[in-house]
């Protein structure tokens, strides 16, 4: 039932607009006082607030400012009652701050459509509103996929992490699911202390914060990661259910998680593919990769995933007889977002030296594919400011897409127009 | 000068129009309301009354501006439409401190703020 705080000096206009709107099924609180009013405000907390222009002491106006002010209630709607019909008044009304006014004498069915609409666009408003919060609370998760293991999926999911940890310095997760292998430990030179498998004996539904976290480990470069046993056997009793409710627990606790997911459907690989908001589906240019792919984006179509939540990442792992990418595409109906280039060397050293390409060589062809890979895939909030303390990562990417003038690039752009005068 | 007719609206007619305006939002409960309503302007009425007539006396026109716009609200509220005509004349003497008009006002103001206090009397 929508709370509506009537204040008026007029106990008659009190009592009629609080009968009027309680038999409309509003909960109506009076106040007799600007002061008042404002006192009260926080306790009754109301969906919209009905208060008169003129009264002794703080009017209407007034109260509307200070309200204004207070963090709570910048977006409750409120109707201002002028007691005059002349231009100013209504003007004023707005400038204070108000949604709406009503001129005085009025009719009550008049006051009660006025309210009416601005609860519905005040409802709307904080339908978008939580959204925003919702979204803005909850770690952007990048699944990535394939049917065909062997194709560098790991590789590609362990790159792109560090990239986004690199990138951001915000808290960034790498989940590895691939149950058995226990190879993006190995990848980031890190010991299987724990891994997914310290959760199996715990009940999804009994799974909380504190026992999830301690299967988190850190990575020197403050990327954390949650390792996949590999052990197969203790892996298959890790289940789906407490992989999804582990993830749900966490999930507002960092701004991106990639997930390497098992080369299947099983229900940890669903579970995860169903809450990520991008999937980056990883193949190779040869006609079983090809296959696998066009088998997988069947399944993403017949489970109702959004086409644009679909990325494909082409990694030539050949150094010849790749079917050309052109091919690839046509095949799939599907553009390619990354084509890495046959780099064997550079992925075999990341394994066995236990340090990703983006540690081993930052400046190199594949790291800045991986950051740019990163960067248009982070949250759009991210890419659409520059951040505070801009990373190393994160000026490499920027001069690349020359996105944002920094106060180094305006220095260049200085110096090379002064340039350009002396020499002009 | 502005001559001012003291006429007053006869109770019946106030009736009307006040009945005609409350009923809009009251519907069912303008006879069940109406005598509590009237008990309010009979306690607040008078002394809104006894202020403008302390402003115009003091020559304070934001007092004169406060009270008159009270008064005018209340008796506008209730659907006396004469008499928050009245108060409208005196709350615009406020605005120029127009203190002359506003006292040839008051007479006219005072018999049919005393009609409608009479018809009142009768309710409760």
Known sequence: MPRILLIDDDRIIRKLVEN?????????????????????VKDVNPDIIVTDKMMPGIDGFE???????????????????????????????????????????????????????LLRRSEALKAAQNQIEENKNKAHIIAVHTLRGGIGSSSIAVNLAMALQNLWNMPT?????????????????????TSWANLESIPPEELDLPSVAKIISKHPSNLHFIGAPNDPIIAERVSGETINAAISLIRPRYQYIVADLPHNFSNATLELLDIADQIFLVLAPDMASIRAASTALNVYKELGY?????????????????????????????????ELPYAPKQFLNG????????????????STQFELLAFSNSQETHQSIPPANPSLTWHRVNSHLNLFETPAAKKKQKSRTRLLFSTG | MTVFNAEVTPKNE???????????????????????????????????????????????????????????GSSASMGLANLAQHCQVVEN??????????????????????????LFQEMV
């Not at chain 1, 201002?80 to 008044?89: F, I, R, Y």
């Not at chain 2, 003497?93 to 103001?109: E, G, L, N, R, W």
């Open chain 1, 306 to 338: 959004d086409p644009e939540k679909i990325k494909i990442v082409l990694n030539n792992t050949f150094e010849f007889g790749a079917i050309p990418t052109k091919k690839i595409v046509t095949a799939l109906k599907h553009g390619v977002i990354l």
């Open chain 2, 93 to 118: 003497c406020s605005k120029t401190a127009d203190f002359a008009t506003a006292t040839m006002k008051m007479p006219q103001v005072e018999a049919e703020f005393n009609q409608v206090i009479s």
């Open chain 1, 173 to 193: 997760l790498l989940a590895d699911l691939v149950m058995g292998t226990g190879q993006l430990a190995l990848m980031l030179n890190k010991t299987l202390t």
């Open chain 1, 20 to 40: 009027s709107l309680t038999s409309l099924g509003y909960t109506v609180t009076t106040a007799e006082s600007g002061a008042e009013g404002l006192k009260i």
């Open chain 1, 351 to 366: 394994i066995n030296r236990g340090t990703t390409i983006i540690e081993s060589d930052p400046e190199g062809k594949i």
């Open chain 2, 14 to 72: 106030i009736m009307q129009t006040m009945k005609e305006w409350l009923s809009e939002s009251l519907g069912d409960a303008f006879d069940i309301m109406l005598p509590e309503l009237a008990e309010m302007y009979l306690e607040d009425g008078p002394v809104l009354l006894g202020e403008i007539k302390s402003a115009i006396a003091e020559q304070d026109p934001k007092a004169l501006k406060e009270s008159s716009h009270a008064l005018k």
């Open chain 1, 63 to 117: 109260v509307t400012r200070r309200l204004r002010r207070e963090p709570k209630f910048a977006n409750t709607p409120i109707i201002v009652l002028t007691g005059e019909s002349d231009l100013e008044d209504k003007l004023g009304a707005f400038e204070a701050g108000a949604d709406d006014y009503l001129s005085k004498p009025f009719e009550q069915k008049e006051l009660a459509a006025r309210i009416t609409a």
